[in-house]
């Protein structure tokens, strides 16, 4: 095939013309962001009512980053994580829940980018000191870290 290219161009590289011809590949990249139930949340919650204003703002920015940032959007997976607090059958539809809604908030500021939502439940904490026992405030508070949200956006920035 390299005798017949350099015959029909002469001393033409055939990678030449393909970069010639062809625009630079965009890479496309993961962003993973994390956001703290705690702050979109009422502890236990995960409907738009308990929405908090702190987290409704955060998703606003998020929204706003996605379109000014991001030239291109080719899809983000929300997942919902929870504390060990509660059955780990309730943990899971819990974090489902969250990443439904945020899903949902998203979608009504206009993110128009597929999403994909999922729950870790009480499966990935990021705490590993909290050994109260029983639900007291303290390991509430200490268990806070492993309530969160992640968005991880697939896309092409500006």
């Known amino acids: 095939m390299g005798a017949v290219l350099a015959m029909a161009w002469g001393h033409v590289q055939a990678m030449d013309v393909v970069h010639r011809w062809c625009p630079p590949e965009t890479p496309v990249q993961t962003e993973v962001i994390q956001l703290s139930a705690d702050a ?7 409907d738009i009512r308990h929405m908090l204003p702190k987290g409704k703002a955060e998703l606003d920015q998020l929204a706003q980053k ?3 940032v991001y030239a291109r959007v080719d899809s983000i997976k929300i997942v919902g994580h929870t ?5 780990e059958k309730a943990n899971y539809a819990l974090g489902l829940r969250r990443a439904e809604t945020v899903k949902a908030y998203l979608s009504a500021q206009g993110v128009t980018a597929p999403m ?10 990021v705490t590993t000191n909290c050994q109260d026992k029983g639900v007291t405030a303290a390991l509430k508070a200490c268990l806070q870290p492993d309530r969160r949200v992640t968005v991880e956006i697939t896309g092409v920035k500006k």
Do not use: K, M, V
């Open 66 to 68: 996605l379109s000014s």
């Open 116 to 125: 994909q939502t999922d729950s870790a439940g009480e499966s990935q904490p």
């Open 40 to 46: 979109l949340f009422h502890f236990a919650h995960s």
């Open 83 to 87: 504390d060990r607090i509660g059955s």
